[in-house]
């Protein structure tokens, strides 16, 4: 915020921000985020594991220095918005697990996905707003792709839940119980796709509200527990082992 306060002010969504206003000061509002990452990706690092606190000071760089000022420069700021968006469960991942393992990609990779829907429809109602700020969204300057972006990504969900099971990281049940609201959202996709209008835009940005906190829950709910994982190398290590011993004198 510190760096876009002159575009801020010049949109009804963030015209009344704190910045803005001027209720605090540019410096304060440097001191309180540097109060605040510094001590954080320390307590990361220190307290957690050096993966989990490298991957939040990444995080911090993506955003500030490359996501913030290609909002003015490019419509592949959603992009790189989207990584940014998706680190943080990776992260959470790599705390309780110490590795940046398939499990993680794929917590990533919903999470990656996942925001082109939310995002897309969200600016799809804010386009003049957008416009008046001077930022670069796919919705102000190329509708049609983000219209089809916004699809295309409603129906990667679908695979990525395909692709737990087989990553060994859900049982099969949930692709399953995941696919009606997988494919709800990715009706809901198909409408903003069609129509362009405020109304589909809406239907899908208020979807994808419930629909990642129910997915994630379908996907822990089903998660492989760490005994089944353990069972399965287990079993797979003994036929290795009795293989060694036919092959044996």
């Known amino acids: 915020q510190f760096f876009e306060v002159p575009f801020d002010s010049n ?68 992009w790189v918005g989207a990584v940014v968006g998706a680190i943080p469960p990776v992260m959470g991942w790599t705390a309780a697990t110490g590795s940046l393992d398939a499990g993680a990609l794929l917590l990533g990779g919903i999470l990656y996905s996942w925001q082109f829907p939310h995002f897309n429809a969200l600016s799809w109602g804010l386009r003049e707003d957008y416009s008046r700020g001077g930022y670069c969204m796919m919705s102000v300057t190329h509708p049609g792709l983000c219209r089809r972006v916004a699809l295309r990504h409603c129906l990667a969900l679908i695979g990525l839940s395909t692709v737990a099971p087989v990553l060994d990281i859900t049982t099969w049940t949930f692709p399953i119980i995941s696919l009606p609201i997988n494919l709800y959202i990715s009706y809901l996709g198909f409408r903003f796709y069609r129509d362009a209008d405020r109304s589909s835009s809406r239907k899908l940005f208020f979807c994808s509200l419930w629909h990642l906190p129910m997915l994630l829950l379908v996907m822990f709910t089903c998660k492989k527990s760490f005994l089944e994982k353990e069972n399965k190398g287990d079993l797979l290590g003994g036929n290795h082992g009795r293989a060694m011993e036919i092959r044996l004198p």
């Not at 206003?21 to 410096?27: A, M, N």
């Open 11 to 78: 949109m009804n969504r963030t015209k009344n921000r704190p910045l803005v206003r001027g209720q605090i000061s540019p410096l304060l509002a440097v001191c309180f985020a540097a109060s605040c990452g510094v001590p954080g990706i320390a307590l990361l690092t220190l307290g957690v594991n050096p993966l989990t606190g490298a991957l939040g000071a990444f995080n911090i760089f993506l955003y500030t220095c490359c996501y913030t000022p290609m909002k003015r420069m490019s419509i592949a700021n959603t």
